[in-house]
C-alpha cells in the first residue's frame, strides 16, 4: 500500500507560481511512474504531467506545456510539480498518482487515469484574475 499525500497549494495571482509536493510513504515509489492531475469545479479529472520512474522522460498536456514541470527525487520519495505564469483557468484541485506496474511502456498510458493505482486528497490551487 502507497500512501500519497500533496502539499503546496494556495491562492496567487494570475502570472504567479506556486510549487506542489507529493510526499509518498508505505513503500518507496523509486520504481513507479508518476503523474499529476487536476479537476476543475464541475469538469473532469485531467491529466496535467507524469514522469517516469527513473526520471528520465516527462510529459505535459499541451495548456501547460513551457510552463509547468514535473520532477522527483526519489531518494527522498517525493514529486514535484513546479507551476510557472499561472493563469485563471488552472485553478483545480491537484492530485498526484502513482503506476507502480502496466504491461507496456509509460509513454502509451501516461495520460490514463486507469493506470494509476494510488492517489492522494488533493491540494486546492487557485489562480485570481
Known amino acids: 500500500q502507497v500512501q500519497l499525500v500533496e502539499s503546496g497549494g494556495g491562492l496567487v495571482q494570475a502570472g504567479g507560481s506556486l510549487r506542489l509536493s507529493c510526499a509518498a510513504s508505505?513503500?518507496?515509489?523509486?520504481?513507479?511512474?508518476m503523474g499529476w492531475f487536476r479537476q476543475a469545479p464541475g469538469k473532469e479529472r485531467e491529466f496535467v504531467a507524469g514522469?517516469?520512474?527513473?526520471?528520465?522522460?516527462?510529459y505535459y498536456t499541451d495548456s501547460v506545456k513551457g510552463r509547468f514541470t514535473i520532477d522527483r527525487d526519489n531518494a527522498k520519495n517525493t514529486v514535484y510539480l513546479q507551476m510557472n505564469s499561472l493563469k485563471p483557468e488552472d485553478t483545480a484541485v491537484y492530485y498526484c498518482a502513482a503506476a507502480p506496474t502496466a504491461p507496456g511502456p509509460y509513454s502509451s498510458r501516461y495520460s490514463l487515469a486507469i493506470w494509476y493505482d494510488y492517489w492522494g486528497q488533493g491540494t486546492q490551487v487557485t489562480v485570481s484574475s
Open positions: 514522469i517516469t520512474w527513473n526520471g528520465g522522460r516527462t
Open positions: 508505505g513503500r518507496t515509489v523509486s520504481n513507479y511512474d
